[in-house]
């Protein structure tokens, strides 16, 4: 069954543009055709700034209005609409840590504002974010497939990023929480410098220091997946031939655990062992996958 998804942007936060692309990272998924084009969808996504502001509002009223199941995807101040959207019978995920840019023109040209989304995008992909709305999503095209959807209600925080994240080492996870958290206090400080402050003298170096924030979350974000890598414990969720999800942690997967103790099994029968590259590759798969690994191959 294909699933049909429109997908309906307005204005820009971190998640916008790579909202379709989450769902279909090889552009061969066979189930699901994402597009904004006037056709029957089996579902929709509304993605936007605020999803309180007066143009947002109103097309969660259209949405609402209409017999579509709609999922509303928005930053931070959208979880203090999160009750009307309940009324209105609306999905939504509302990703906290998406902050608003330092948009006065004083400041913010081209550059700044693609320096800016890049370096957000950095935080919510390598946090885990994105993986939890990527995986919210696909649970909806799951149950669209089976004849029947539960809209989800999701609050994206630091602690449900870093889960989504898969994070082995409890550094890394820190690191991550650290980052989203970061990430986070970037609108406020944008706000402050965008609504609340007069002469471009006192608004410049407010806008600016939130940017500069959001770039040294970007580089925690990404200390934290270079400590997974050390570990060659990153975790990764392709979507597989089907469209559905798949996991992996190791970068080059060789032996199962049951193919190690086998491998081992072999070798001891025979009376030899391993080549030490093999051994290494076996001892790393038993540690990460068993709590009980036999004491003479641990020395």
Not at 114 to 136: C, H, M, P, Y
Not at 150 to 177: D, M, S, W
Not at 183 to 202: I, P, Q, R
Request: glycine share 8%.
């Amino acid at each position: 069954m294909v699933v049909k998804i429109a997908i309906i942007k307005s204005g820009n936060i971190g998640t916008s543009p790579v909202i379709d692309l989450l769902l279909d990272e090889r552009a061969d998924r066979p189930n699901i055709v994402p597009k904004i084009d006037a056709f029957e969808p089996d579902f929709a996504i509304f993605i936007s700034p605020n999803p309180g502001a007066p143009g947002p509002a109103k097309a969660r009223e259209m949405l609402s209005a209409k017999d579509i199941p709609a999922i509303i995807v928005g930053d931070a101040p959208g979880k203090g609409k999160k009750d009307e959207m309940d009324e209105q019978g609306l999905g939504y995920i509302i990703v906290m840590s998406d902050p608003m840019i330092g948009a006065k023109r004083e400041w913010l040209d081209p550059t700044e504002m693609a320096i800016f989304n890049s370096d957000i995008l950095k935080v919510l992909a390598e946090t885990g974010a994105l993986r939890l709305v990527q995986k919210t999503i696909d649970t909806v095209i799951e149950q669209a497939e089976a004849g029947s959807i539960e809209l989800p209600k999701l609050i994206v925080t630091a602690e449900k990023a870093a889960e989504a994240g898969g994070f082995a080492n409890p550094y890394a996870k820190a690191k991550a929480i650290a980052a989203y958290e970061m990430a986070g206090s970037v609108a406020n400080l944008d706000m402050k410098g965008c609504f609340m402050t007069k002469g471009f003298e006192n608004f410049i170096p407010l806008v600016a220091a939130a940017h500069e924030i959001a770039a040294c979350a970007a580089k925690l974000a990404q200390e934290a997946r270079e400590i997974e890598k050390a570990n060659d414990t990153v975790l990764r969720t392709p979507h597989m031939k089907e469209g559905n999800p798949g996991s992996k942690t190791d970068l080059i997967n060789f032996f199962t655990k049951t193919e190690c103790w086998q491998i081992l099994l072999d070798f001891e029968l025979k009376g030899g062992f391993p080549t030490l590259e093999i051994f290494r590759l076996i001892l790393k798969k038993l540690k990460a996958q068993s709590t009980i690994v036999d004491a003479r191959y641990i020395s």
